[in-house]
């Protein structure tokens, strides 16, 4: 059974610090394009940031500059260092993976269960 397991959400004062952390475990034969996406209330789940096998990496406009995300493909974990965060960041933050669980079968989307990030003013 693989799983996404997130960690470092919480609460913090506007141009505050968090770092994000999710490992992909069980069964795995390769991990693919690993991402974090958020999810404001009210709001439709947006795509934050993403970063492939080889480093490649894309962000959304609104974090550019501010968050970087890496991975450690040997632990099967990505991570998002988010600074100078903004009120406007805060959001339900999931981890997402396109898993390969064997050599013969296609990879698929996987996805953690959410962190929370408060940002306060």
């Known amino acids: 059974q693989v799983q996404l397991v997130e960690s470092g959400g919480g609460l913090v004062q506007a141009g505050g610090s968090l770092r994000l952390s999710c490992t992909a475990s069980?069964?795995?034969?390769?991990?693919?394009?690993m991402g974090w996406y958020r999810q404001a209330p009210g709001k439709q789940r947006e795509l934050v940031a993403v970063?492939?096998?080889?480093?490649?990496?894309s962000y959304a406009d609104s974090v550019k500059g501010r968050f970087t995300i890496s991975r450690d493909n040997a632990k099967n974990t990505v991570n998002l260092q988010m600074n100078s965060l903004k009120p406007e960041d805060t959001a339900v933050y999931y981890c997402?993976?396109?898993?390969?669980?064997?050599?013969?079968?296609?990879?698929?989307?996987?996805w953690g269960q959410g962190t929370q990030v408060t940002v306060s003013s």
């Open positions: 970063i492939t096998r080889d480093r490649s990496t």
């Open positions: 069980g069964s795995i034969f390769r991990v693919n394009i």
């Open positions: 997402n993976a396109n898993i390969q669980v064997h050599a013969a079968l296609p990879p698929t989307d996987r």
